[in-house]
């Protein structure tokens, strides 16, 4: 238990990479193409979306979802990075740390569930067909966009007031470049007893759930396609869902890799794998969208086709 005499943190101070200027440089301008590439990449992917008819379906309506996700979850960390490669303090408020954990894990849990949503709606599509019309009913679909929300905002509130309550006493150096529940806890003078149970439950509740939706969807997906009698049915059937099944297993391997192995709390290799999952996934989402999509990019060389004539 934190003493009575402990001064509660007013901001922390995060650790980088690196004190080398010129390694610091080289970063920066790693962070910033990888940042750009993100965002240009996912507002093409939502611009797609919105501009191609041929795209106007549940799938891409969910998929534009997670595009606009990973913007937020990208924009909440690596523009703070940025700053901080290139000044001398690196630090966060507490209000600003607090602020911080709560966007990330709102939109982290956000991401879990809409990606089990479109695995769902790829079962509906595949294994359903004669009512997926019925059952991913534009209104079905936007109560399973505003119920994934719903999750993420449910878990950011729970893991920001357990985050809250605690109290850090002895230093205010958290050893990565963002606030994390993970290394707050590490840091606190207080009992984490209780955050502890928050953060497995919600694991629990939320995170193994989704999973469990994805799992399942895709096990049904599978044997349907198997039971394809031409090989050129089952090609087309397990094309539409190359894209995602791509994006799922890259979210989740590096999930699992960065909160399920034994951290040693300072480790170099730790923060590269936190730089994985949290800045180089959103920014590989459009192009496996992209790359590995018919329809998009059917989609994207229709839309430059009605570019030309109009030039």
């Known amino acids: 238990m934190a003493g009575s005499n402990c001064t509660p943190a007013t901001e922390f101070s995060l650790m980088g990479f690196t004190e080398d200027l010129v390694t610091q440089l080289t970063l920066f301008l790693m962070f910033l193409l990888v940042y750009l590439l993100t965002i240009l990449g996912n507002l093409g992917i939502i611009a797609l979306i919105r501009a191609s008819p ?7 309506y969910f998929l534009g979802n997670l595009a606009f996700v990973d913007i937020c979850s990208s924009t909440i960390i690596v523009p703070k990075v940025l700053a901080d490669l290139l000044s001398e303090k690196k630090g966060i408020a507490y209000a600003g740390c607090m602020a911080q954990l709560f966007i990330y894990d709102l939109f982290g849990m956000t991401e879990c569930f809409l990606l089990a949503t479109t695995a769902y709606d790829r079962y509906m599509a595949i294994c359903h067909p004669l009512v997926y019309p019925l059952f991913m009913s534009p209104k079905c679909c936007l109560q399973l966009v505003i119920g994934s929300y719903l999750m993420g905002f449910i878990n950011g509130v729970g893991q920001t007031i357990s985050m809250s309550s605690l109290s850090f006493c002895r230093s205010n150096v958290l050893n990565l470049f963002f606030c994390d529940i993970s290394p707050l ?27 469990l939706v994805v799992l399942i969807s895709y096990m049904a997906i599978i044997s349907a396609i198997l039971s394809i009698r031409s090989a050129k049915g089952k090609c087309k059937a397990f094309s539409t869902c190359t894209s995602h099944l791509t ?18 709390g300072s480790s170099g290799k730790d923060k590269w794998t936190v730089v994985l999952y949290t800045v180089v996934t959103p920014m590989l989402n459009p192009l496996i969208y992209s790359l590995r999509n018919k329809e998009v990019k059917e989609a994207l060389r229709r839309l430059a086709n009605q570019s030309a004539c109009q030039c």
């Open 54 to 60: 041929l795209l106007h379906s549940p799938m891409y």
């Open 247 to 264: 994006t799922v297993s890259i979210f989740y391997g590096a999930a699992l890799f960065m909160y399920l192995k034994p951290s040693s």
């Open 185 to 211: 806890i590490l840091l606190s003078t207080s009992d984490t007893t209780l955050s502890h149970l928050i953060l497995r439950t919600s694991a629990s509740l939320f995170g193994v759930s989704s999973c």
